[in-house]
């Protein structure tokens, strides 16, 4: 492990970890960019989520919904990986044994799978169910599960500066 303590020593003393880290207004930009990203990537994903579980656009199809929302998922995921390395680079000892970090690093590995084995499966037959008030139980299981997934990303994202 002393490998990884040396290359997040490494990445924070690099120019750009410094920069970010010592400049007055940098780390707040990016940080709240950050936030941005959040909004976007968990509001796509949780109407998607609300549909799937039959709470929410009970009148429009999957597939409609995926369309309208998975883009803008992305848009905010790619946002969050970038603003999220950014402020890793700027802080990456302090990161380096966060349990808030961890868990979140964790959590967002987890709703990744969540996501893969979703599309990989239940979403091969859409076309049987998308029209169907409420999806199969393993459409709401991705969805609920989900859900609780993002939430905790964010809930452990806010930790980090306790913890």
């Not at 966060?98 to 091969?124: D, R, T």
């Not at 008030?133 to 452990?156: D, E, H, K, M, N």
Request: hydrophobic share 55%.
């Amino acid at each position: 492990m002393q490998h990884l303590m040396d290359l997040c020593t490494w990445l924070e003393q690099s120019g750009l970890g410094t920069s970010i880290r010592d400049s007055e207004w940098l780390f707040p930009v990016i940080e709240t960019i950050h936030i941005f990203g959040i909004v976007l990537l968990v509001g796509a994903t949780s109407d998607l989520d609300l549909s799937l579980l039959g709470w929410t656009y009970r009148d429009k199809s999957v597939s409609k919904m995926a369309w309208r929302f998975l883009p803008w998922a992305w848009v905010g995921f790619i946002i969050q990986l970038i603003t999220g390395a950014l402020l890793f680079v700027s802080e990456a000892t302090k990161m380096y044994g966060n349990p808030g970090f961890e868990i979140k690093m964790v959590l967002i590995v987890v709703a990744g799978i969540n996501a893969l084995v979703f599309h990989s499966m239940a979403y091969q037959s859409v076309g049987k169910w998308e029209n169907d008030p409420v999806g199969p139980l393993s459409a709401r299981v991705a969805g609920l599960i989900s859900i609780i997934l993002w939430f905790g990303i964010v809930a452990a994202g806010r930790w980090i500066a306790y913890v």
